[in-house]
């Protein structure tokens, strides 16, 4: 299932200058003494070389001298390997020699470093004092401390009006309107600040925003991809499963509980039962175990994935990668194949975590009431008689074709019409109207969910070599990263609950240090640690570790509240700084990693187009529900495999819903949202990018998109006076009223042109697509 | 190679258009022959038993089981054992003084047999076309690596200010869709940048209907007023900068792109040259004149495709397989050899590389239309051996490449697997594939995974 980016073969045991000798055997000896143990020799496990194969054991630890691994490799007996003329290279030799005296152990040698900065459990650091008085709360004695050991001091406060539109677009990913602005202008009152904060995180846009980022770090998607690109018709219910869980606060270690084992945290059964409305208790569970959804959504090959085996594998490799990725912030990708080249995990590890998924699988499950069953059940009568009805048709088809092929005179182009009679034209139609009504009568089928469920039976977890499904080696039955903290014994039919637990223990580390930091780069732009999903040693070190150590304790202690870190991190000085560059830090840090100022965005993909929707005032505020599928122009569709596969949503009101709700099509992303960086959900995505391209100018100066959204808000502006139509337009777009000399610009412009043109425009602006 | 992945991406960020830059001291091009590429894409996958790789056995054995010896291979359709040997139907000649052997699908082809080096011994193990797709475009199966021609030209840059660097001319819906184009975990930069048939070649590059040009440029100009305003205390931040620059650059590009799919200005000769007046050979004749304006104008790679999941067919030919293929090889074969010809006579051939092939080659048994799409007369996907040829861009002509086994099963001789096609081409562009690299998750990542060798190249050229 898992199309994430991993490796077919071994960096490390190719690449030359290998550095460990599990790296070097499997480069070199297990072709001949991995699966097809010649001379009965097995060396994909040590216990498998101890055991040896005709010529004895392979292995004695702790002795290289007397290990005839050691003295095949250095060729000077009879027995002398790898055979032909490419001997180990002097240092290969030292190395598997040195790797025998240690022990022989398989794992890799960074193994034992559970030193890590990540890896040890966060701690409160000492507040230090603030002199200067900017500090608003602890973060910014933090942060202010940090500042000064780089020499560096927070920039001026933004303006009110800047800081109403960033916020707005922190937490809803849209523009504010010009009633907000006008009610924030005149509150002077004390606290009008976190009065803002506290109504913005009210309102259910909240969810939409901060699920979207979810989404993107959980490689969320509709289909499969790949030539299949099979159609999750529930996938939605875990965005909305997603946005709802913002939108309620839901601490969030119960959160990640959720979506690893709902089911098993807190059981209860999916037997049917009520008579036309599920039973309050089920409505419950169900809503959290629409969390597990996650595990339903992934990149599948389906026409390729053919074998029990083969499907189990790429699904648990998939489950391991999304769930490092997104809970623990590390990547294991690399440890499907071969230990992991610089983090501490061995590939041991990776199928170790697998084995926690070995008792699940992916299942539909009616989500209705027995009667909603029976509802849909007993009217299936109506879709035989659309079968029936359809069968016909093509038993009348197929007799055309076959006399047509008979024809000499007239040969038929396989790809031409079909030479009806004008009797068989009105059967045609007849049959068609009628296969039409009866699928009009049809019963709409029930509402489904995908959920992990326990599986038939447990499968057999063993580590893949080279990552290949059927290149079984040694079996693993599930256990935690050794490098990590322990975790609690594992029962047989609850493993995932053991995982969750595991993850979400009081002494992680990680958890709440990787979503502090996701938090943290959802309003700074960039987190405290630069590799969100990467805290390994190919991660970038936190910029300020006591702050994010702060940050991460506090988060534990306001009980996971996503809502709590937003308002401590809003109601902070240091959020309310100026993006504007101050010219002594400017030298120390040009590129302010360490947050003396405030990024300068660009909007993301999603929140461009819903900027130009709201300005425009057509944004639909519907939330939810199946996927949108937005029009797309034959131009903007070519590539696309079958444009079946795109069903555009027929009321044209549903074209205008949030971005969050369109379709994300794993082999075609909508080429306006994919011109703005909008990413390729194959893999987890931990931070957007931000690259300027000219087919942004393109999509935003001509695409019909923009033009009907011009359109539509010049119409709502229509009936004002040019001033004023010139200010609204400002205010919707922008988030300010016009200087003088832009006021003149602008009316000038209008003058010229029509509103129209003035409204697109300003969906050109920098300003527009940039927040300060 | 270590360059410093941040002093890149702010640089990248800030260059926003950045044409030509790309060519980084450490990444710095050998200076080689090829300067661009045109990769004739023939989707489906062409049958090589049809076409450049003659099998004689085949028609001895045809109806018969596979003897014993060629052993099992999986396909995706049929099953191999179970499925009897399907002869050719094609005849082979030889051509040019270099003797190549190609069937009769391609006469005109033929005549340039001296300018190809055909290469018989192709593989890999994707026998799914998306699988398939992705190894020939992407070097990896899966989704989420860049394209071919993305690595080239974040390697090479453009040398074209008012067009896309990578350049991709389809028929219609691809298999997998547009991620064998897609510049992956790469800045959205490098992405192929798909051109239409028709007057408005590029998505959104022509105005609204209802606006004069004059309109426009009063619209572009009142823009980078406003924007250069907003600049002005923003002076540091090299983006802002970077997206006025990108408004030339649309505004060029939508200026460009009418008179570059205008190929009526083309003579007639030439016209005729890629059949482009004739029913059969004009729709993949004008794309692959388009091609031929696209490398003149500086573009880096153009990649044509024949074949589609929405138009007229494929080279897929599960059913009917010989007579898919006389129907589809007689739409591009002229167009192709115009090319060739065109390239040639504009003194163009000796720098552009010049790649014909597609995800696969066709099985030596038959089909059987077990997935109901096929037939007696089809074949399946045979990824283990098939043909591809290059010419120009520095490639010695005539040779003949690797050899399949007696069938056309496997690649037996000089196996040519994609990495190793990768790394040539990357090579006679003057890239080291080695070097070549980009950070992403914690890894440098390579079109050629931790594979790949050269040795093509040496030989080709």
Same mark, same amino acid.
């Given at each position: 299932m898992s199309a994430r980016v991993w490796l077919i073969f071994i960096i490390a045991a190719l690449a030359p200058g290998q550095t460990t000798a599990p790296a070097i055997l499997e480069a070199k000896c297990l072709a001949c003494h991995g699966a097809a143990k010649m001379s009965d020799l097995d060396m994909r496990t040590r216990a498998a070389m101890l055991k040896g194969g005709t010529r004895g054991a392979a292995l004695v630890p702790g002795k290289a001298g007397e290990s005839l691994l050691y003295q095949a490799v250095r060729r000077e007996g009879k027995l002398q390997m790898p055979p032909g003329s490419q001997p180990l290279t002097a240092e290969e030799i030292a190395i598997i020699g040195k790797w025998i005296d240690g022990g022989a152990n398989m794992d890799s040698a960074a193994h034992q470093e559970s030193n890590w900065w990540s890896f040890r459990p966060p701690k409160k650091p000492p507040i230090p004092n603030d002199e200067t008085g900017w500090a608003s709360n602890d973060l910014d004695r933090l942060l202010a401390a940090g500042l000064r050991k780089q020499g560096l001091r927070p920039a001026p406060p933004a303006d009110k009006l800047t800081l109403l539109r960033r916020a707005t677009f922190d937490l809803h990913g849209l523009p504010p309107a010009p009633e907000q602005i006008d009610a924030f202008g005149k509150d002077n009152a004390p606290g009008a600040w976190e009065r803002l904060i506290d109504s913005l995180l009210a309102s259910p846009a909240y969810g939409e925003r901060w699920g979207r980022h979810w989404l993107d770090v959980v490689r969320y998607a509709d289909t499969g991809g790949y030539e299949t690109d099979v159609y999750f018709a529930n996938a939605w219910r875990y965005r909305d499963y997603a946005i709802g869980s913002f939108n309620q606060d839901k601490p969030y270690n119960i959160f990640v509980q959720e979506q690893i084992a709902a089911d098993e945290i807190w059981p209860d059964d999916l037997e049917l039962e009520g008579s036309y409305e599920l039973p309050e208790r089920k409505r419950i569970n169900l809503a959290k175990r629409i969390g597990t959804g996650l595990y339903t959504i992934g990149p599948m090959a389906?026409?390729?994935?053919?074998f029990g085996d083969q499907y189990r594998a790429e699904w648990q490799a998939d489950a391991v990668e999304t769930t490092g990725s997104a809970f623990l912030g590390l990547s294991f990708n690399c440890a499907r194949c071969h230990d992991h080249k610089f983090d501490p995990i061995p590939q041991r590890d990776y199928y170790r975590l697998a084995a926690f998924f070995a008792t699940s699988e992916d299942r539909e499950v009616p989500i209705v009431s027995r009667m909603g069953i029976y509802e849909y059940t007993r009217y299936q009568t109506r879709l035989r008689i659309a079968e029936d009805l359809k069968a016909e048709l093509a038993r009348l088809e197929g007799e055309v074709r076959k006399r047509a092929a008979s024809d000499r005179k007239n040969p038929q182009r396989e790809d031409g019409p079909l030479p009806f009679t004008p009797e068989e034209k009105d059967r045609r139609e007849t049959l068609l109207r009628k296969i039409g009504e009866a699928f009009y009568k049809a019963p709409k089928p029930y509402a489904t969910a995908n959920l992990l469920v326990p599986s038939e039976r447990v499968h057999d977890t063993h580590v893949l070599v080279r990552g290949e499904w059927a290149q079984k080696s040694e079996k693993v039955t599930p256990g935690y990263p050794a490098v990590l903290n322990a975790g609690g014994a594992v029962e047989e039919t609850q493993r995932r609950k053991a995982l969750a637990q595991w993850i979400t223990s009081a002494d992680q580390p990680l958890l709440a240090r990787v979503m502090v930091n996701r938090i943290w780069q959802g309003h700074f732009?960039?987190?405290?640690? #630069?590799?969100p999903n990467d805290f390994g040693r190919q991660g970038e070190l936190p910029v300020h570790p006591e702050l994010l150590d702060w940050l991460a304790v506090r988060f534990r202690e306001e009980g996971y509240s996503i809502k709590q870190m937003h308002r401590l991190i809003m109601q902070s000085a240091a959020y309310r700084m100026s993006s504007m560059a101050v010219e002594a830090n400017q030298k120390i840090d040009p590129r302010n990693q360490y947050f003396w100022r405030m990024n300068r965005r660009r909007l993301e993909a999603e929140a461009v187009r819903d900027a130009v929707l709201a300005a425009s005032g057509t944004l639909n505020r519907e939330a939810g529900g199946p996927a949108v599928v937005v029009p797309l122009s034959q131009e903007e569709r070519l590539g696309m495999r079958d444009a079946s596969q795109w069903p555009v949503s027929p009321d044209p009101a549903e074209h205008a819903r949030r971005s969050v709700y369109l379709l994300v099509k794993r082999s075609f992303r909508l080429p306006m949202l994919e011109a703005f960086? #909008?990413?390729?959900?194959?893999q987890s995505c931990a931070r957007r990018e931000e690259w300027t391209v000219a087919p942004q100018a393109l999509a935003l100066m001509n695409s019909a998109f923009t033009s009907t959204q011009a359109d539509a808000m010049a119409a709502s502006l229509r009936g004002l006076s040019p001033g004023e139509q010139v200010l609204q337009a400002f205010l919707r777009t922008l988030g300010r009223r016009p200087t003088e000399e832009e006021r003149a610009k602008a009316l000038a412009f209008v003058e010229r042109n029509k509103l129209e043109r003035f409204c697109l425009l300003l969906f050109n602006l920098s300003e527009f697509v940039y927040v300060d | 190679m270590s360059i410093d992945l941040n002093s890149r991406r702010a640089f990248l960020k800030g260059s926003g258009l950045g044409f030509g830059w790309m060519a980084l001291q450490s990444l710095q091009a050998a200076a080689r022959p090829a300067k661009r590429v045109i990769f004739l894409f023939m989707h489906g996958g062409p049958s090589h038993i049809e076409t450049f790789d003659p099998k004689p056995l085949l028609n001895k054995l045809h109806g018969q089981p596979v003897p014993e010896s060629f052993g099992d291979v999986q396909l995706q359709f049929s099953k191999f054992r179970e499925s009897p040997i399907l002869g050719c139907k094609r005849s082979f000649a030889r051509h040019g003084k270099s003797g190549h052997e190609i069937s009769d699908l391609f006469p005109h082809t033929a005549r340039h047999a001296d300018k190809l080096a055909v290469i018989r011994s192709m593989h890999h193990d994707g026998f799914t076309h998306t699988a398939a797709l992705n190894w020939l475009n992407n070097g990896w199966p899966r989704l989420g690596r860049p394209s071919l021609g993305s690595w080239i030209v974040y390697g090479l840059g453009s040398e074209s200010d008012s067009l896309p660097a990578f350049v991709v001319l389809l028929e219609g819906g691809i298999k997998s869709g547009p991620p064998v184009y897609s510049s992956g975990f790469l800045p959205a930069k490098y992405q192929g940048t798909v051109l239409r048939n028709g007057p408005a070649p590029v998505l959104n590059a022509r105005r609204p209907v209802a606006m004069t040009e004059a309109e426009q440029r009063e619209l572009f100009d009142t823009a980078r007023w406003f924007n250069e305003r907003h600049m002005e205390p923003r002076s540091d931040d090299t983006a802002l900068a970077a997206r006025i620059a990108s408004y030339e650059l649309a505004f060029r590009m939508q200026m460009a792109a009418p008179e570059l799919a205008d190929l009526s200005k083309e003579t007639a000769a030439t016209r005729a040259l890629y059949g482009i007046d004739v029913e059969g050979t004009s729709d993949f004749g004008s794309r692959c004149l388009l091609a031929r304006r696209l490398v003149e104008r500086g573009v880096r790679f153009v990649q044509v495709w024949s074949g589609s999941t929405t138009g007229t067919s494929d080279w897929d030919g599960h059913k009917q397989c010989d007579t898919n293929h006389v129907q589809i090889a007689a739409r591009v074969d002229k167009p192709v050899a115009g090319l060739l010809a065109d390239l040639e006579s504009r003194g163009l051939l000796k720098d552009t590389l010049v790649i014909w092939g597609g995800e696969f080659g066709r099985t030596p048994t038959s089909d059987g239309g077990m997935n109901g799409g096929g037939d007696s007369l089809g074949r399946d996907h045979n990824p283990y051996g098939f043909s591809i040829w290059m010419a120009g861009g520095g490639v010695r002509g005539g040779q003949l490449i690797g050899r399949t086994d007696e069938i056309g099963l496997r690649a037996v001789e000089h196996p040519v697997h994609v990495h190793d096609l990768h790394a040539s081409i990357l090579h006679m562009m003057g890239l080291d594939h080695e070097k070549l690299t980009y950070s992403f998750q914690g890894r440098d990542f390579r079109l050629t995974d931790v594979h790949g060798s050269t040795e093509l190249a040496r030989k080709l050229t």
């Open positions: 389906a026409e390729y994935t053919f732009g960039q987190g405290l640690v #630069a590799t960086d #909008a990413p390729d959900p194959a | -």
